[in-house]
């Protein structure tokens, strides 16, 4: 998992990364 934290990602953001990254 990629922490929006991290790329200073939005959480509509992070949900896509997270189903794709999983």
Do not use: N
């Not at 922490?3 to 990254?21: G, S």
């Amino acid at each position: 998992r990629i922490e929006k934290t991290l790329l200073k990602m939005d959480d509509e953001q992070q949900l896509l990364y997270d189903t794709i990254c999983k």
